[in-house]
């Protein structure tokens, strides 16, 4: 199984930054893809940003030129950079990787606990 800790959360003004850190388990290059999703409240859970085993990125449009995702293998963490925050920014953010275990055929999701981002006007 596949054990990711969020942090860096917090609480923070519109046109601050903030980097969130997503702690894997297990060795990160071994996972298929990587991804930060938000929720906020009384929406849907929505995806912000991926990353694929081959460090090709994806964007939401909302986000782009604002947002980056990027890893540190030696860490097996994920990171996301998130600059120039707006209100509409609000949401718990969850790090998600889809991974499959040694020895088994298909790949399977997790997610972490989640991490609160509060933006203020």
């Known amino acids: 199984q596949v054990q990711l800790v969020e942090s860096g959360g917090g609480l923070v003004q519109a046109g601050e930054s903030l980097r969130l850190s997503c702690a894997a388990s297990?060795?990160?290059?071994?996972?298929?893809?990587m991804a930060w999703y938000r929720q906020a409240p009384g929406k849907q859970r929505e995806s912000v940003a991926v990353?694929?085993?081959?460090?090709?990125?994806y964007y939401a449009d909302s986000v782009k030129g604002r947002f980056t995702i990027s890893r540190d293998n030696a860490k097996n963490t994920l990171y996301l950079q998130m600059n120039s925050l707006r209100t509409k920014d609000t949401a718990v953010y969850y790090c998600?990787?889809?991974?499959?275990?040694?020895?088994?055929?298909?790949?399977?999701?997790?997610w972490g606990q989640g991490t609160q981002v509060t933006v203020s006007s």
């Open positions: 998600y990787a889809k991974y499959r275990r040694p020895l088994r055929y298909s790949y399977e999701d997790y």
């Open positions: 297990v060795s990160i290059i071994s996972i298929n893809t």
């Open positions: 990353m694929t085993s081959g460090e090709s990125t």
